[in-house]
C-alpha cells in the first residue's frame, strides 16, 4: 500500500541553525501539506502545496519557512533559523486532488531545536 | 474559541466494554470531517471521512457518525489492540485543504 515516507525520524538542532526536513508523496498525488503539532498540542496547519507553488500557509507559516518540490518526488520543508519554540513534530500529508479530498499522513520528523 | 472539540480527552475500557467518541464542531459549512487514528509518535492514521449529515461509516470494531453539530466514533467490543490517540479534524466552506484539528480522545483498552 502506498504511504508518505519523511526523513529523519528525529531531527536535534541547536537554535539558529537551517534544518531542512524531507519528505516523498503518495506517487500519484497532486497535493502536498505540512502541519505541525507541539507536544500535547493540536495539530496545526502550516502550509499546501499544488503545482509548484503555495496554495495556502498560516500565520504560522512566516519567512523563517519554506517549502520547495526539487524533484518528482520531494517535498521540503526548510526552517531558515530556528527557535526553540519550534520544537515539534512536523508532519507531511499528501492527497490526490484539492478540496476536500483524504489526507495521508507521514511518520513524521521530531524536531528538537537546543 | 475552539472550532473542534472531542470529549472525553481520556477515556480507559476493559476490553470488550463498547463506548463512544465526541467530536462537536461549531464551524458552519462544513465540507468534510474526519477521523485519524495516532499511535504514540506516529503520524495520524486515516480512518473515515463523513460529509454530510445522517452519514455512517463502519470498519471492524469502529463506526462513525455525524451530525449537523457532532460526530461520534463508536468502538465496539475494543481490543487492547486499539489503544491509541483519535483525532478528529475537519474543512468548512472558505477553510477547504487545511484541517482543522480537535486535541484528540487517548483511549486505552485493558486485557
Known amino acids: 500500500e502506498p504511504e508518505v515516507t519523511q526523513t529523519p525520524s528525529h531531527q536535534v538542532t541547536q537554535m539558529g541553525q537551517e534544518v531542512i526536513l524531507r519528505c516523498v508523496p503518495i506517487?500519484?498525488?497532486?497535493?502536498f501539506y505540512w502541519y505541525r503539532q507541539i507536544l500535547g498540542q493540536k495539530v496545526e496547519f502550516l502550509v499546501s502545496?499544488?503545482?509548484?507553488?503555495?496554495?495556502?500557509k498560516s500565520e504560522i507559516f512566516d519567512d523563517q519557512f519554506s517549502v520547495e518540490r526539487p524533484d518528482g518526488s520531494n517535498f521540503t520543508l526548510k526552517i531558515r533559523s530556528t527557535k526553540l519554540e519550534d520544537s515539534a513534530m512536523y508532519f507531511c500529508?499528501?492527497?490526490?486532488?484539492?478540496?476536500?479530498?483524504?489526507?495521508?499522513f507521514g511518520p513524521g520528523t521530531r524536531l528538537t531545536v537546543l | 474559541e475552539d472550532q473542534v472539540t472531542q470529549s472525553p480527552e481520556a477515556l480507559r475500557l476493559q476490553e470488550g466494554e463498547s463506548s463512544s467518541l465526541n467530536c462537536s464542531y461549531t464551524?458552519?459549512?462544513?465540507?468534510?470531517l474526519f477521523w485519524y487514528r495516532q499511535d504514540p509518535g506516529k503520524g495520524p492514521e486515516f480512518l473515515f471521512t463523513?460529509?454530510?449529515?445522517?452519514e455512517e461509516k463502519e470498519k471492524e470494531r469502529l463506526k462513525a457518525t455525524l451530525t449537523k453539530k457532532e460526530s461520534f466514533l463508536h468502538i465496539t467490543a475494543p481490543k487492547p489492540e486499539d489503544s491509541a490517540t483519535y483525532l478528529c479534524?475537519?474543512?468548512?466552506?472558505?477553510?477547504?485543504?487545511?484541517?482543522?484539528w480537535g486535541l484528540g480522545t487517548s483511549l486505552a483498552v485493558n486485557p
Open positions: 500529508a499528501s492527497s490526490l486532488s484539492g478540496s476536500t479530498d483524504t489526507q495521508y
Open positions: 506517487s500519484n498525488h497532486l497535493y
Open positions: 502545496f499544488y503545482n509548484n507553488e503555495i496554495s495556502e
Open positions: 464551524v458552519s459549512g462544513l465540507r468534510g
Open positions: 463523513l460529509y454530510s449529515a445522517g
Open positions: 479534524a475537519l474543512f468548512y466552506a472558505g477553510n477547504n485543504r487545511k484541517l482543522i
